[in-house]
């Protein structure tokens, strides 16, 4: 009896040591509890796909891809979230090192990659608006609208997180805590990338195609 | 000079970080992986804008197939040297979860489409006109 109280006690004393490596496990598992957060991420854009899929010939009597979409635009943006994409795995490699300087710079490239890419799709929906093909035209367009504006929405985001994550770097330095974030942010912004292949290919130029 | 300071400890602290993580995190690229997976991305967005913009194929079927084809094979892309997937991570688990949803989206993308091709031919034939005055 004696002796589980002594081990108890023991087992106190040496409580931060415990509490250190404690903190240190979650960090594992946010990488794989963020990963399926992405793959519940990427049953939405599933079902969005599988709309598409389905709706992408309807055109009410309405333009078709082929008298919309601006291939040259879709190539330009597809090329912004790609650089955006590689200066991201640069800023993670300074991050790697301990440069606190490169890796914010190299942030800041990426999150200007992803404002061009933002503002180019902004434009070719307002330019789509004005044309009177707007997302209530046909069913085409409304599940067009749905697909790439959910993506755009998600890159949205993903640029306020990543300026967040500029001034905590800032702030605070590369802590254990801003690199773990860091790497979800990676994550996310990779997964981004991702979607975005299968709607250049899927609804562009597989649209463009008819 | 008090980053001079600072620069040390960061230094050390990332080292303890990485003795202690390397055994169950995700493996990080270099930069000789992340350029491989950058030109190869290109070279794989490339072909395909190349093959619609420039109407290379007079088949589209199989300029549809290609598109389809290089997408999936700049995806694998995009797994391995930008989310650095491996059968390793997290003992397997990131692998296994992509897995899963793969064949859920597989089962969501072919159930759907190939429901409402039925739904849609099995409908009554209708023209332009007929839709046009429909209520």
Known sequence: ?210 | MTSNTQAPSHESASNTHHGHSHGHEAAHGSFKSYMIGFVLSVILTAIPFWLVMGGVFDSKLATAFMVMALGVVQIVVHMIYFLHMNPRSEGGWTLMALIFTLVLVGITLAGSLWVMHHLNANMMPMTPEMMKNMP
């Open chain 1, 1 to 210: 009896m004696s002796q589980t109280h002594v081990e108890t006690r023991g087992s106190t004393t040496d409580a931060p040591q415990f509490y250190l490596t404690e903190e240190h496990h979650p960090e594992g598992s946010t990488m794989l509890g963020f990963w399926l957060y992405l793959m519940s991420d990427c049953l939405i854009f599933a079902v969005l796909f599988a709309t598409h899929g389905v709706l992408g010939r309807s055109y009410a009597a309405g333009p078709s891809p082929a008298d919309l979409f601006d291939l040259p635009l879709v190539a330009i943006n597809t090329a912004m979230l790609l650089l955006s994409s590689i200066t991201y795995g640069f800023a993670m490699l300074q991050m790697e090192r301990g440069a606190k300087a490169e890796t914010l710079f190299w942030l800041g490239i990426t999150g200007i990659f992803g404002l061009i890419f933002l503002g180019l799709e902004l434009y070719e929906f307002a330019h789509l608006i004005h044309e009177g093909a707007g997302p209530t035209r046909s069913a085409f367009l409304s599940s067009f609208f749905t697909l790439v504006g959910t993506h755009g929405l998600h890159v949205t985001f993903g640029i306020i997180w990543l300026v967040t994550l500029m001034v905590q770097v800032g702030k605070f330095g590369l802590i254990p805590e801003n690199r773990r974030r860091l790497m979800c942010l990676s994550m996310f912004w990779h997964f981004l990338d991702v979607v975005w292949i299968g709607v250049f290919s899927f609804v562009y130029l597989m649209g463009v195609l008819g």
